[in-house]
């Protein structure tokens, strides 16, 4: 049996990921060890070990490394103390493959170890941009360390080529996260609104502010803007969601916090709303607001408008349902005009999502069952044929 490693670190990044989890889950030849580590193991962010574990899930190893600090130094931190965790659960489950997604700082630590430990990385969307976030390093590093890669689109494959890649082993099968709009039954608004306890009366945008870890104050003058923004629309409600535990995250929080208590009516402030209730929220809002990928990358499925904020996710290919727009009041102001004329609106409805429709699961475990890992770890760097 292969003994097959994940690893999850946020609540996001779980909802990506979970059919190529169950997909393994349920593999006859695999052994699965799912590493759960970061924010799903903090109460400040939801506890979300706990729906991991609900959806039938064994966690192998909890990885408790994530300090209640967002300084720089509290970052770097984290990101040895997951090292050491993850070195240590290496030595303990001896796997033969780990599977990392994305760009954040836990999954370069436990990348980290898996490279020392002689692990081979599967590393899932790979070749992106995001040139407003310390992510964008990130994300390249792992793709530097991992052996089999999994894009999102075409662009993204002929990019981690692009970094030395062979193409043998670069794989483009979409977006893993547009898997459960497809798969799962999303409810109604009225059961939205039951299953949060929130009376959502009212049209709503779903807000989604990260902090912009390249900048000093993590873009909260930003986010003081757009809020100021969702003022000027007060016959509008907003879900939103908590940012992630990156550096200046909880000086958005404070904001946030300050916010929904001013506008109880108005706003639901939800720490993590687990991946049916959010989807069932993209489905039936009218716009998504923020910084998030995931306007960029789920919404438009649901043929959903997206109002994407500053630079966080400058560089990203975006389809047309996306607006973006700078960080001023005023540059928020005139975007939120746009997405919300209805010639717009009826656009977006008929848009096709650049990250594919489903099934990137299914390709992903497909290569992971069949993919010898023999002579893996020694690489050498595909060059690119070059004009002279």
Not at 38 to 51: A, I, N, R
Not at 118 to 146: F, N, Q, W
Not at 158 to 177: C, D, S, Y
Not at 345 to 360: L, V
Request: net charge negative; charged share 20%; aromatic share 8%.
């Amino acid at each position: 049996m292969k003994k097959i490693a994940v690893f999850t670190g946020t609540r996001a990044e779980y909802g990506l990921l979970y059919w190529v989890i169950k997909y393994l889950h349920e593999a006859p030849e695999v052994s699965l060890q799912l590493m759960v580590g970061g924010m799903h193991l903090s109460p400040e962010f939801g506890y979300t070990v706990k729906q991991i574990e609900e959806d039938g899930f064994l966690v192998t190893e909890r990885l408790d490394f994530l300090l209640s600090s967002d300084s720089p130094v509290a970052i770097s931190k984290s990101m040895a103390l997951a090292t050491i965790s993850a070195a240590e659960a290496f030595e303990r489950n001896q796997p033969d493959l780990l599977v990392v997604l994305g760009d954040r700082f836990e999954s370069m630590a436990v990348s980290q170890a898996a490279m020392i430990a002689r692990v081979p990385i599967a590393h899932i969307h790979g070749g992106e941009t995001t040139e407003g976030l310390i992510d964008e390093a990130v994300r390249h590093s792992i793709t530097k360390m991992a052996h089999l890669h999994f894009t999102a689109t075409e662009a993204y494959r002929k990019r981690v080529i692009q970094l030395g890649e062979h193409p043998e082993l670069v794989f483009n099968t979409g977006a893993p996260g547009i898997d459960s709009i497809k798969k799962l039954p999303l409810i109604s608004k009225k059961e939205l609104s039951s299953a949060v306890g929130f009376n959502l009366d009212k049209p709503y945008f779903v807000v989604t502010y990260h902090p912009v870890t390249l900048e000093v104050g993590g873009g909260s003058i930003s986010l003081e803007y757009l809020l100021a923004a969702l003022d000027e629309y007060p016959e509008y409600q907003a879900i939103i969601s908590y940012p992630n535990a990156d550096t200046d995250g909880r000086r958005l929080i404070k904001i946030l916090d300050k916010y929904q208590e001013l506008h109880p009516d108005r706003v639901f402030l939800v720490r993590s709303l687990g991946q049916l209730k959010y989807l069932s929220a993209l489905k039936h809002c009218v716009a998504v607001l923020g910084n998030s990928s995931s306007g960029l990358i789920e919404a438009p499925t649901f043929g959903v408008p997206t109002l994407n904020i500053g630079n966080r996710q400058k560089g990203r290919l975006c389809g047309e349902t996306v607006v973006s727009c700078g960080e001023s009041k005023t540059e928020i102001l005139a975007a939120m005009k746009k997405i919300l004329n209805p010639d717009f609106q009826e656009s977006c409805r008929k848009a096709i999502n650049p990250y594919g429709s489903g099934n990137a699961s299914e390709k992903i475990v497909k290569q992971l069952l069949s993919h010898s890992l023999d002579n893996l770890l020694e690489k050498s760097f595909y060059d690119m044929e070059c004009d002279e």
